[in-house]
């Protein structure tokens, strides 16, 4: 590989000089890591950043009792620059998927490098304020959860009794109603029918957010995705009933995965969220509102199609919606992070991929696709 020439394409290095670039590549040196190997250790004290030759790499960081994996990283990415800029411990870990090349760079010659190139003193500060953005995202969000989590734990259990309780006597009473001689056509029937309705749905929302927080389970376990999109469907009810058709096409052959289950829930709330806030026009001139749900399969993937026939997104709204903080409904209405906490639990956490489609002229509308590996990366 011409180092020199894969140095200048990179916003770090371009407005160096070919000596300085000559100078660069001499006193760098080549870093080996095997898969499963670690290249920084979270605590370790921070003595140069790396440019990434060849391979991938994920970014762990303790969050508890657990690990999240923060992001992934590929050829031409920097690693450990923020150690080097804040004289502070490595505050995560770094760990090759496969088998890797780097560039190490020490932290003598990045200083020289942001006092010889203004160019580069940017490009660093401006790689340092995404992810820091991005982490803390995306840490706040895991603390979030894990807070909800407790709290679902609370409440499904305080209201599962109760709620058997009555969905129980509810059903007797109905029985023993029919076998008296009160008339069919009483209020008191039409009462015990509704006392039973009610206390079904609430045993069934109980069940559903009992199983979409996939409480007391592992963080990684055999996931029905069409049980995970259905329950999500029940826990969001309310915003549908107000006229939304739900069209759901379920592969009748699609596998259990591996996978993350609370975390895909979110990602099928978030998506179906937005869907139907997307189709609020629709509703207003009283036109037809559609969300479609698709599912598929093949040998080692799923895929998950979710659509709706709103208004559809601009090529430039598109191409910022999985940016952090980015959002275009009103203020206090969304916080920009919905889309790009999805999109770091489909693509970071489970290897698999999202795209989007969106048409703005008639059939207007907005596709999400995501695509998952049936067997878990790292099983």
Known sequence: MDKISFLRKLDLFKDLSVNDLQLLCNLSQEVKIAAGDYLLREGDPGGALYIILQGEYEVIKRSGNSQMVLALRGPSEVIGEMSIIDQAPRSASVRALTPTTALMISSDMVNQLISASPAATMAIFQIMSSRMRSNEALLVQSEKMAGLGTLV????????????????????????????????????????????????????????????????????????????????????????????????????????????????????????????????????????????????TDDKHIK????????????????????????????????????????????????????????????????????????????
């Not at 919905?338 to 596709?367: A, D, E, F, M």
């Open 153 to 296: 734990a609370g409440i499904t259990h305080e209201l599962n009794n109760p709620a058997a309780a009555i969905q129980s006597g509810a059903a007797q009473l109905r029985k023993a109603l029919a076998q008296t001689s009160i008339s069919k056509h009483n209020d008191i029937y039409q009462i015990a029918d509704d006392i039973y309705e009610a206390s079904t749905r609430i045993a069934e929302i109980v069940g559903a957010v009992k199983t979409y927080s996939y409480l007391d389970q592992a963080p990684i376990q055999q996931v029905d995705i069409h049980k995970g999109l259905d329950n999500t469907l029940v826990i969001l009810k309310h915003k549908l009933k107000q006229g939304i058709a739900v069209q759901k096409y379920y592969d009748p052959q699609l596998p259990l995965i591996e996978a993350r289950g609370s975390e895909l829930n979110q990602v099928w709330t978030n998506i179906i969220d937005n869907a139907i806030a997307a189709l609020q026009p629709q509703l207003t001139q009283g036109q037809e509102a559609i969300l479609t749900i698709r599912t598929s």
């Open 304 to 379: 998950v199609e979710i659509s709706d026939n709103g208004p559809g997104m601009t090529e430039e709204i598109k191409g910022r919606i999985f940016e952090p903080f980015f959002t275009t409904k009103s203020q206090g209405e969304g916080t920009g992070l919905g889309l790009h906490i999805c999109y770091n639990i489909i693509t970071v956490k489970h290897h698999g991929q999202i795209q989007v489609r969106t048409q703005t002229t008639p059939p207007s509308g907005t596709t999400f696709n995501i695509t998952l590996p049936i067997v878990y990366i790292g099983s």
